[in-house]
């Protein structure tokens, strides 16, 4: 399984940041896999951001105060990152990843006017 991030790199304040990670060796429409944001803010650790059970269900840090969504496109093997209104402490590295421990090498991000 290898994952790849994406994303605008560079975001306005309150705008909304999209991310996505292309999946290649699985398929992202199947339940055999569970996958997660994390990110890692500078000089900080690494932060959980969401994640999508292999049930579909989906579950958000509650520091993000229901600002994110996770969801998947089948068609293009991917699934992604939605965080709307965005501020400068939303400034990181992205990172996604499933339960196996494979993760994307990660996106950077910076929220700034």
């Known amino acids: 399984v290898q994952l790849q991030e994406s994303g605008p790199g560079l975001v306005k304040p309150s705008q909304t940041l999209s991310l996505t990670c292309t999946v290649s060796g699985v398929s992202v429409a199947t339940s055999s896999h569970a996958w997660t944001w994390i990110r890692q803010p500078p000089g900080k650790g690494l932060e959980w951001v969401g994640y999508?059970?292999?049930?579909?269900?989906?579950y958000y840090s509650p520091s993000q105060r229901g600002r994110t969504s996770i969801s998947r496109d089948t068609s293009k093997n991917q699934f992604t990152l939605q965080l709307s209104s965005v501020t400068p402490e939303d400034t990181a590295v992205y990172y996604c990843g499933d339960e196996l421990g494979h993760w994307g090498e990660g996106t950077g991000v910076t929220v700034s006017s």
């Open positions: 999508r059970a292999k049930s579909g269900n989906t």
